[in-house]
């Protein structure tokens, strides 16, 4: 009998036998042995067995629940199995993921929240131009975050820089008619510009600094100013301040006379004001100069009564003496700057002779108006005193030298002194208190003294 073999040894890394089922197929000849390639490691990889365990290459489907596509590889048979290849250099193929597109419901972008808030104040417009920015910066965060919300940032600037164009347009409008309104407001006692005649108070109680508002109040009461003239300055642009108020210094006492003729009825504590235009109030167009009576102290009120005294007031005899009276009185205003003859001869022969002139024309009106018996005569005797004074100042005009001057300066200013006209005036029912002014009796020592006497 002979003794079968033992078996051979198992070793622990040696597969058992297996089922019919699990064993592989027998294995085909070997391939004929190649040359050994060396290793490149920029080589794309070789090709690999189909592991017959990995999942199928993912092919995109048609449809999100369709029916799954084929595998290209057939089917293994039943009961067999290949084993698995080596592992690829690159590592396990991940499954692909799903893009967005595959959901079944799309997620909305985020509404941008600076597109409402531009879109709500150019509805209201009630901060112009706000809406104008808060769309800017929402255009661009929608372009950066991809958010929703272009139209209504859109339309929110549309309407806010509608809103602002109305807005500009308004205030530009309400600004034009700001002037006209404080102006009309004279009538309701609250004027910028009172009007001729009218009296006021100012807001500070004071003529100095700028006005922008005063209240009219009756003249019969205690006031800070009464307006006697107003002056309408040309158009074109604004000529500066130097040249606004030179012009309204020149305007305003050339026609103080014009509304009080009598100027020995004005105390000598009141003195000129005027109101001009600024170059914010021209630019809306204010023209006006305002000619003013205040006191002379600008802090102080004038007291009741008007100062008025013109044809409204006056009768026609008291208007007649008056006129004739300015005749005079603008002449001897006109002296030369120069305060003793020495320092200019010309000039003060020249006003000499202006006022021999105005002498003449003053004595022509006084003879040729018809007084009333109670005047008549003063005003004669005061005729009497012009016609001589006026010799005196014709001899001055042409003296050769400063004493020959004097002399017939000081004859001629004695002649027509304030104090030989009250009779005159007291018959007429003028004022007989002669203003002070700034002048002697001296004689020799100036001889531009007669100039601002009123007669």
């Known amino acids: 009998m002979s003794i079968p073999p033992p078996p051979e040894p198992q070793g622990p890394f040696t597969q058992g036998p297996e089922s019919p089922q699990d064993q592989p197929p027998a294995p085909g000849p070997s391939p ?58 690159y590592g396990p193929q991940p499954y692909q993921t799903w893009g967005q597109g595959y959901t ?42 991809g958010e929703r919300g272009r139209s209504m940032a859109a339309a929110g600037m549309v309407l806010s820089a509608f ?5 500009v347009l308004g205030a ?15 009538r309701n006692n609250t004027s910028a510009s009172p009007a001729k005649g009218e009296c006021f108070d100012a807001p500070n109680g004071s003529l100095e600094g700028r006005a922008y ?74 023209r006006e100069i305002t000619c003013v009576f205040g006191n002379t102290d600008e802090d102080a009120s004038l007291p009741g009564g008007s100062l008025r005294n013109d044809a409204t007031t006056l009768d026609q005899d008291q208007v007649a003496y008056l006129k004739a009276a300015h005749v005079l009185n ?17 000039g003060h022969r020249a006003w000499a002779g202006r006022v021999s002139t105005a002498l003449t024309r003053q004595a022509d009106q006084l003879e040729g108006h018809e007084w009333p018996a109670a005047s008549k005569q003063p005003v004669a005797d005061l005729v009497k005193d012009l016609r001589a004074a006026q010799k005196e100042w014709a001899k001055a005009a042409t003296a050769s030298d400063a004493d020959e001057f004097y002399a017939h300066y000081d004859k001629g200013a004695d002649l027509i002194d304030p104090k030989k006209s009250v009779t005159a005036r007291k018959a007429l029912g003028l004022a007989t208190t002669p203003p002070s002014y700034d002048g002697n009796d001296s004689g020799g020592d100036g001889g531009g003294d007669a100039g601002g006497m009123e007669v």
């Not at 131009?129 to 808060?134: A, P, R, S, W």
């Not at 504590?269 to 109101?275: A, H, N, P, R, S």
Request: aromatic share 10%; charged share 15%.
């Open 330 to 346: 603008t002449a001897l205003d006109s002296a030369p700057d120069a305060q003793y003859v020495e320092d200019d001869l010309p």
């Open 104 to 145: 079944p419901y799309n997620n909305p972008a985020p509404l941008n929240g600076m597109s409402v808030a531009a879109l709500v104040l150019g509805i209201l417009c009630c901060i112009p131009g706000v809406g104008v920015v808060l769309g800017l910066i929402a255009l661009n965060q929608i372009k950066k975050r």
């Open 32 to 89: 004929a042995p190649q040359a050994a390639t060396p290793y490149n490691p920029y080589a794309p990889p070789e090709s690999k067995p189909q592991d017959p365990y990995a999942p199928p290459p993912y092919t995109q489907p048609q449809l999100p629940y369709g029916t799954p596509p084929q595998s290209p590889y057939a089917p293994y048979p039943q009961g067999s199995h290949t084993p698995p290849g080596p592992p690829s250099p």
């Open 163 to 167: 809103g602002l164009m109305v807005w």
């Open 213 to 286: 508002d005063f209240d009219v109040v009756p003249c019969s009461v205690e006031h800070d100013g009464e307006v006697f003239a107003v002056v309408q300055m040309d158009g074109g642009g604004y000529p500066g301040d130097k040249e606004v108020t030179a012009t309204a210094d020149d305007k305003c006492y050339a026609l103080q006379d014009a509304y009080a003729m009598d100027g020995w009825a004005v105390p000598d504590d009141v003195d000129i004001y005027y109101v001009t235009p600024t170059s914010q109030s021209w630019s809306l167009g204010d």
């Open 172 to 186: 530009t409008g309400a600004a034009t008619g700001l002037w006209d309104d404080m102006k009309d407001s004279a």
